[in-house]
């Protein structure tokens, strides 16, 4: 087991994956020489050739198509977009191509592209670089959506990502990069190695996408998140005093709802959680399903939490973004409701 | 052996620890270029986008068709305005480094392509930089202070706190909003100016993006509809060779200019020294000329060098060489300038440094009043609960219960709004 901090357990996950397998290849800006602006393609392309990793023209349109394109003839391309917040511009190549492509040929023409970006906020990095866009993508059909919440997630999913035959969009939530960030940000940053999810295997091991984790098991009440908001949720737990389970989602879709609703209906008591924007969100899709499946068991009205509905604010980063505060309060509320 | 293909993957012609080397670089001799009528056909300016137009020579003499014969007292004003420029990127990349700012965006080098630029147009006509052209928000006259208060994210600041630094607009002195986002502006900039010719105003627009922005479909975008509907807008193409770490090779600059793009869309092209103010004010008059006229757009690739960094956020020394600008062939915008009046006789390094010393003491004046509106670690402070405003004219229920929400979170102190050091970020 080595420690690895996120960025270097998604280098080692791309590193071992060119290694296996030499249909992978890596395309994005800066990803070659210089290995990413976080780092995480780093020492890539010296290792493995500037075939299989290369920089791209600054164009995610051309970059989601190119990898289509190459996907269709047969390589498993991983490709990076800086910041989630650039993605837009390749949309129309997730929405109507790459995610329908094995529908309309009746799985005569398949593109196992995986798709990484960073996302999120916590670094000052104003409206365009924070986004948490995830929603836009788990509600588009033939596109699996990730967010890992910590290194061995990190690794292990975005192998089984690349190794899988769909295509994937993988969200890194760039404030965890470097350390479990659990919303204070007067707090001094706290590293991976000293955390247990910051010892990773070198080596080859996967994680199973579909599959939620129960980070802490609780029995009073269940919170549903994924991303940095696991850790938030972690101190919020600490924060209200309350026994919750929390279950870090992992894969957005295709949804583990098998153990979302086991936990909800065992503790009756629900608290949804993302960064993104509410009105929308991921967790409206949570919220639905959680009813649809555990009304009986419900006890109190399920809450919440999530970025307000206005854009990332640059000045108003902490006011912003849904601390353990406000996760403790919706605790707090769902605790009180009977 | 059978013949088959390989990928070609772009690679700079030197990387770290290499001997600079620009010898890929076309240039022609001062005065060299053709300058046609404006009513030129695009398909006439092939030369025009291959050559390079420059007017200032190595021996600071002004020369050639494009010499756009300006005064002294002009050429002294765009000389202040480069220096301001400078002083304040300089200024503001201190202010970064010392914790005060969150980020910051240098235009070392490139001061040229949007002071000339910038003074060859008239006050109505519309600006869309993209996030390296302070010198036009300098040639316009914007107080300083504003831009300052707007990276400090203060009480003054134009945004109210929510965009970057550096993203600056100006409604009164005609510069859009500038985007986080790449090239998004270029066809904007033609849709402003297809609306100025639906109304029949006199009025053209220019836009400015990076020869590694013009890799986004935006570029395409904005080369087809100008050249559809002839849209009186000048598309300014600011080569300065680095997009981040990659060199304008993977831009697609390796076999053709990227003013050779022009003519293919049927817009004419052409090449210019980005750091000759003489050559760069005479290019954007002709094709502002051209496009007030009525006769079309004009595709402009300034040739310039990004002397600083990407961003504060970037390290190049990991990806060229440590000293390369040094090495680029066609110098500072602001020494050959301040060598051309010096040769004229209208200037002197003695006034020069006066005006310099001038330049610092206003530099320094303006962030200390700016810092009096307040910074991101102290007072005063703008009320996170105008977070909620401007996403709608109107203010929606939901946003309206979000605010009351956040507001008795700020009252019962459940919000931590105390200042956050910059540098504690992950």
């Known amino acids: ?338 | 052996m059978t013949p088959r293909s390989r990928l070609h993957v772009p690679s700079p012609p030197a990387r770290p620890g290499q001997e600079p080397d620009f010898s890929y670089l076309a240039l022609s001799a001062p005065g060299a270029a053709h300058r046609p009528e404006v009513t030129v056909a695009a398909a006439d300016t092939e030369n025009l986008s291959k050559e390079l137009v420059r007017v200032l020579g190595d021996d600071h003499v002004a020369v050639g068709p494009w010499n756009p014969h300006l005064e002294p007292p002009e050429l002294q004003v765009g000389l202040r305005h480069m220096l301001l420029t400078r002083l304040f990127d300089d200024r503001m990349q201190r202010i970064q480094r010392q914790g005060r700012i969150s980020f910051y965006i240098k235009s070392t080098g490139e001061e040229a392509v949007a002071v000339a630029a910038g003074m060859a147009l008239q006050p109505g006509d519309m600006l869309f930089p993209s996030y390296r052209q302070q010198g036009l928000q300098v040639v316009r006259g914007r107080n300083l202070v504003d831009l300052m208060c707007q990276c400090l994210s203060n009480t003054h600041d134009m945004c109210k706190g929510r965009q970057m630094p550096i993203m600056y607009h100006w409604g009164s002195g005609n510069i859009f909003s500038i985007s986080g986002n790449l090239a998004t502006q270029y066809p904007q900039a033609v849709g402003w100016a297809m609306a100025a010719a639906i109304k029949g105003e006199d009025h053209i627009a220019a836009s400015w993006i990076g020869e590694g922005s013009s890799a986004e479909a935006d570029f395409h975008h904005a080369m087809t509809f100008a050249a559809v509907y002839q849209a009186p807008v000048i598309l300014n193409l600011v080569n300065n060779q680095w997009a981040i770490s990659t060199f304008q090779g993977v831009a697609g600059g390796e076999r053709r200019t990227f003013a050779q793009r022009g003519p293919g869309y049927g817009i004419p092209g052409i090449r210019v020294d980005g750091n000759d103010f003489l050559a760069v004010y005479a290019v954007t008059e002709w094709a502002a000329q051209r496009a007030r006229q009525g006769v079309g757009p004009t595709l402009i690739e300034h040739v310039t060098y990004r002397a600083a960094a990407h961003s504060t956020s970037d390290d190049p020394s990991r990806y060229r060489p440590k000293e390369e600008w040094k090495a680029w062939p066609l110098g500072d915008p602001i020494a050959r300038l301040k060598g051309h009046l010096i040769a004229l006789g209208e200037w002197s390094e003695e006034r020069h440094a006066r005006l310099e010393k001038e330049l610092e003491v206003q530099v320094n004046a303006s962030w200390k009043e700016a810092e009096s509106y307040g910074t991101l670690s102290g007072g005063p402070a703008l009320d996170p609960l105008t977070m909620f405003e401007d996403v709608f004219k109107d203010m929606p229920q939901h946003l309206v219960q979000q605010r009351e929400e956040m507001r008795a979170l700020l009252e019962a102190g459940t919000i931590d709004v105390s200042p956050v050091p910059l540098a504690q970020k992950a």
């Open chain 1, 1 to 338: 087991m080595a420690r690895m901090n996120m960025v270097q357990a998604l280098n080692s996950a791309m590193d071992v994956m060119l290694a296996r397998d030499p249909r992978v290849v890596i395309l994005g800006e800066d990803v070659g020489y210089f290995g990413g602006v976080f780092r995480a393609t780093e020492g890539l392309q010296r290792k493995h050739g500037e075939h299989r990793v290369f920089d791209t023209p600054i164009s995610e349109g051309g970059i989601i198509a190119a990898a289509i394109g190459m996907g269709v003839n047969g390589l498993k391309p991983v490709a990076e977009i800086q910041f989630a917040d650039y993605i837009y511009p390749g949309f129309d190549q997730v929405v109507s191509e790459l995610a329908r492509l094995r529908y309309r040929t009746a799985g005569e023409f398949t593109a196992p592209v995986t798709i990484r970006t960073p996302c999120g906020g916590g670094i000052r990095g104003g409206q365009t670089h924070s986004q948490s866009p995830e929603a836009i993508f788990t509600h588009v059909s033939g596109i699996k959506v990730v967010m890992p919440s910590n290194p061995y997630d990190a690794k292990g999913l975005l192998i089984s990502a690349i190794e899988g035959e769909d295509p994937v969009v993988f969200f890194e939530p760039k404030r965890i990069y470097n350390g479990p960030f659990d919303g204070d940000p007067h707090k001094p940053a706290v590293p991976w190695s000293t955390h247990p999810q910051g010892e990773v295997p070198e080596g080859h091991f996967t994680v199973p996408l579909s599959k939620a984790a129960i980070v802490r098991p609780g029995t009073v009440a269940t919170i549903l998140t994924y991303g940095t908001m696991v850790h938030v949720s972690e101190a919020a737990v600490r924060l209200a005093g309350i026994d919750a389970e929390i279950i870090d989602v992992r894969t957005m879709a295709p949804l583990d709802i098998d153990t979302v609703c086991t936990s909800v209906c065992r503790t009756g008591r629900c608290v949804v959680v993302h960064e993104a924007t509410l009105f929308g969100g991921y967790g409206a899709e949570l919220v639905a399903r959680v009813q649809e499946h555990c009304f009986w068991n419900l006890e109190a009205p399920i809450q919440r939490v999530g970025g307000w509905d206005t854009p990332y604010p640059h000045a108003f980063e902490w006011e912003y973004f849904p601390g353990p505060a406000r996760v403790a309060a919706a605790l707090t509320k769902v605790m009180e409701a009977s």
